[in-house]
């Protein structure tokens, strides 16, 4: 497969660089049987400006200082992303106690409450911070949107916050379904949509733009 693709980039090379034009290009290697997805692919890999051979686009590339701050970036929002989502659950079982699991929350709930905010208060800055930093890069320097880490990651992301908001859908449909279905739980199932919601729209609205302006 590498191969074939390979040759179809050489292909589409050579067809440019002899002045064909990108419907002639597209049109022939659709007759030849190449996916019009993969034959786009290849087109957008050259710039349609007008000079004496194809002009290259920038490609994804790998950068190890980038992955490092992708990286951090995106741990210190899971971690505030949990722990804002288990310092929320504790606010709502101090408010609407359940006095079958008494004794627990009597233990429990405090020392949660100190790991959910000790944990906010590094993590959240840290993120702010490194997303500050990376925005102001990107605005210097929008090639780097083509990071392969900050893609991956992004998709990563909506991933996990996708699957989180089906899996809360599903556990309210399931207690509703049940005859379970108490305040408390309702505002525990709207925090997990509110912020895995507010996570995937975030990102999803940047990869759009991101689209628009390519």
């Keep these: ?115 959910s905010v000790a944990s906010l208060l590094v993590a959240f800055p840290v993120f702010l911070y490194v997303a500050r930093h990376l925005g102001r890069d990107l605005a210097r320097n929008p090639v780097k949107r083509l990071s392969a880490v900050r893609r991956w990651l992004t998709y990563l992301t909506l991933f996990l916050a996708a699957g989180i908001v089906i899996g809360d859908l599903i556990a309210a449909v399931y207690n509703l379904l049940g005859g379970e279905l108490t305040l408390r739980f309702v505002l525990k199932v709207l925090v997990v949509a509110a912020i895995a919601g507010t996570v995937f729209a975030y990102y999803l609205f940047d990869l759009r733009h991101e689209e628009r302006e390519s």
């Design 1 to 115: 497969m590498a191969v074939a693709t390979r040759e179809l980039e050489q292909f589409v090379h050579e067809a440019l660089a002899r002045g064909q034009s990108r419907q002639a290009i597209e049109a022939a290697l659709a007759q030849a049987g190449w996916p019009a997805e993969q034959v786009r692919d290849a087109l957008d890999a050259y710039a349609d400006v007008a000079f004496a051979v194809p002009v290259p686009r920038p490609r994804p590339y790998l950068s190890a200082r980038e992955a490092f701050l992708y990286l951090v970036l995106f741990a210190t929002l899971y971690v505030s992303a949990y722990h804002l989502g288990s310092l929320l659950f504790d606010l709502i079982n101090h408010a609407l106690p359940d006095p079958a699991d008494a004794a627990y929350r009597s233990l429990q709930l405090g020392a949660s409450m100190r790991w």
